[in-house]
């Protein structure tokens, strides 16, 4: 999550787009680092999975597990809301989220929870909270029902792998 955090906060600093590193990319090898909205983008150097169903389970001598290979899914919920409700409101949720719900073991649902949690704090249960759910579940993260916060993750962190296919925190 790390990595993906990363990426939200760059896209807040550089707010023209949706590419992380399209300014210091050599053209020649893509035309940025990464593809927020479309992780899986051919045209950047580095094509992630946008989806938990392409979730790469790798070991950690290669990329330390896939910290930066699988951080494209957490990045396209992250893009999809963006898209939702704005970066304005997106960068003080996932600051909220990231300052006092997440931990150094949480994993893609803890950071669902986590960001869901965060948007109802700062807007209440209303159009916000639906864009987290709308977006998480667009990559296989969570539901878009409203209801339990799928997988039963805890905002303490700890391994929910069993739960919704989530992979322990990457």
Same mark, same amino acid.
């Given at each position: 999550?790390?990595?993906?955090?990363?990426? !939200?906060? @760059?896209?807040?600093?550089?707010?023209?787009?949706?590419?992380?590193g399209?300014?210091?990319?050599?053209?020649?090898?893509?035309?940025?680092? /990464?593809?927020? %909205?479309n992780?899986?983008?051919?045209?950047?150097?580095?094509?992630?999975?946008?989806?938990?169903?392409?979730?790469?389970?790798?070991?950690?001598? #290669?990329?330390?597990?896939?910290?930066?290979?699988?951080?494209?899914?957490?990045? /396209?919920a992250?893009?999809?809301?963006?898209?939702?409700?704005?970066?304005?409101? !997106?960068e &003080?949720?996932?600051?909220?989220?990231?300052? #006092?719900?997440?931990? /150094?073991?949480? *994993?893609?649902?803890?950071?669902?929870?986590a960001? %869901?949690?965060?948007? &109802?704090?700062?807007? @209440?249960?209303?159009?916000?909270?639906?864009?987290?759910r &709308?977006?998480?579940?667009?990559?296989g993260? @969570?539901?878009?029902?409203? +209801?339990?916060?799928?997988? +039963? +993750? *805890?905002?303490?962190g700890?391994? *929910?792998?069993? #739960?919704?296919? !989530?992979?322990?925190?990457?």
């Amino acid at each position: 999550l790390n990595e993906s955090f990363a990426d !939200v906060f @760059g896209l807040m600093v550089d707010r023209d787009d949706f590419f992380i590193g399209e300014d210091i990319t050599r053209t020649q090898f893509g035309v940025a680092l /990464r593809d927020m %909205l479309n992780p899986d983008n051919n045209n950047v150097i580095s094509p992630q999975p946008p989806h938990m169903n392409q979730f790469r389970q790798l070991g950690l001598d #290669n990329d330390n597990g896939g910290v930066h290979i699988n951080s494209g899914i957490p990045n /396209r919920a992250a893009a999809l809301l963006i898209q939702e409700i704005g970066r304005e409101k !997106v960068e &003080k949720i996932y600051y909220r989220a990231l300052t #006092n719900y997440l931990t /150094r073991n949480s *994993n893609f649902i803890d950071c669902r929870n986590a960001v %869901l949690q965060a948007a &109802k704090d700062l807007h @209440g249960d209303g159009a916000e909270a639906a864009a987290v759910r &709308k977006s998480f579940a667009a990559v296989g993260i @969570g539901t878009d029902d409203g +209801g339990s916060s799928g997988g +039963g +993750g *805890n905002n303490s962190g700890g391994n *929910n792998s069993g #739960n919704n296919n !989530v992979p322990p925190a990457q």
